[in-house]
């Protein structure tokens, strides 16, 4: 039974519950002294993705998956990189279509599944570099992707990945989507929906046939944006079938790599189902970890650059 009910995660007293281990280093944590390499590649769509390099002579790769909204220049990106990089390991942290700085150049942008882009990376990689061990790691949404591809993958993947880890993921997307209606959550439900609102604004300059603007700026609510804007713009019939087309449970149990996935048990944006505890408890590849504490993205560690969760991805990935 590969399931570890860990309490050996204690947070800093200040950080009360699972709001204030979220919010705090989201807002405040900054990582110094890592200076990204970016590459740009095209995909077979005739898009591109934005790819950010951390090099330190090694003969492993870690490949950093990120969040909702986020890119490589997150918090937990970059501690992730730094640490891996001290301990000689090279680091590629990818950004999804429209992330990273530069809006992409086809209708679609990116989402929960969008696991076709975390392979054009792997392949690109794989055929332009010479590493011999590949780790794959994700945060939220990365995760997701990230759990979603090794199970597309299955018995074929890559024999170069030999593990991978994902920390504060939705394992089923449509229980961690459902938590945005909470009004304990409106702060997240506001700050991610403002965000992608924002992005598909832009996304309008460049094909206003199939953007309603008037319609995006009546949205106060994820089921309608996705409904009429993820949903429409990525071939799904609405925002359920959406979550429930592209939830990276749907391929897990296909996975055949160690993989570690650590979600805090009181983390405000998983719901019940995110923690996928009988399969943990039937597969020896996956180990799940669920902290009592860290939050969403959390995990702090007091008077330490790094979480606790970097700590456990060095320890998983590299022992």
């Known amino acids: 039974m590969p399931i570890i009910d860990s309490s050996s995660y204690q947070g800093p007293s200040y950080l009360i519950n699972g709001h204030f281990e979220t919010i705090v280093p989201s807002l405040f944590r900054k990582i110094k002294e890592l200076t990204y390499e970016r590459e740009k590649i095209h995909t077979p769509d005739d898009d591109f993705l934005n790819?950010?390099?951390s090099k330190v002579g090694s003969d492993k790769l870690l490949i950093i998956s990120h969040g909702l909204e986020g890119d490589s220049c997150r918090h937990y990106a970059m501690g992730l990189a730094k640490l891996f990089n001290q301990h000689h390991v090279d680091v590629l942290a990818w950004n999804n279509r429209s992330c990273g700085g530069e809006m992409n150049l086809q209708p679609i942008l990116y989402h929960h599944g969008a696991s076709y882009d975390l392979d054009t990376v792997i392949e690109h990689t794989r055929n332009t570099e010479n590493y011999k061990e590949i780790y794959l790691c994700g945060i939220s949404m990365g995760g997701a992707q990230t759990l979603k591809y090794l199970g597309e993958k299955g018995k074929h993947i890559p024999s170069e990945i030999v593990k991978a880890a994902v920390y504060s993921t939705p394992c089923n997307l449509p229980s961690s989507a459902a938590t945005l209606k909470y009004p304990s959550n409106?702060?997240?439900?506001?700050r991610f929906l403002g965000k992608l609102k924002k992005k598909m604004m832009l996304k309008a300059t460049q094909y206003p046939e199939l953007i309603d603007l008037e319609l995006l700026g009546k949205v106060k609510d994820f089921d309608t944006f996705d409904t009429h804007f993820t949903a429409k713009l990525h071939g799904f019939k609405n925002a359920e079938d959406f979550y429930q087309s592209v939830s990276a449970d749907n391929w897990m149990q296909d996975i055949h790599i160690p993989t570690l996935i650590i979600n805090a048990l009181n983390d405000p944006l998983l719901g019940q189902a995110c923690y996928p505890i009988e399969l943990a408890r039937k597969k020896k590849e996956i180990i799940l970890e669920m902290p009592k504490r860290g939050g969403h993205t959390g995990f702090t560690l007091k008077g330490d650059e790094f979480?606790?969760?970097?700590?456990?991805?060095?320890?998983?990935?590299l022992a």
């Open 51 to 53: 790819l950010d390099w």
């Open 186 to 190: 409106s702060f997240y439900k506001n």
């Open 307 to 317: 979480t606790w969760a970097e700590y456990r991805f060095l320890e998983f990935l």
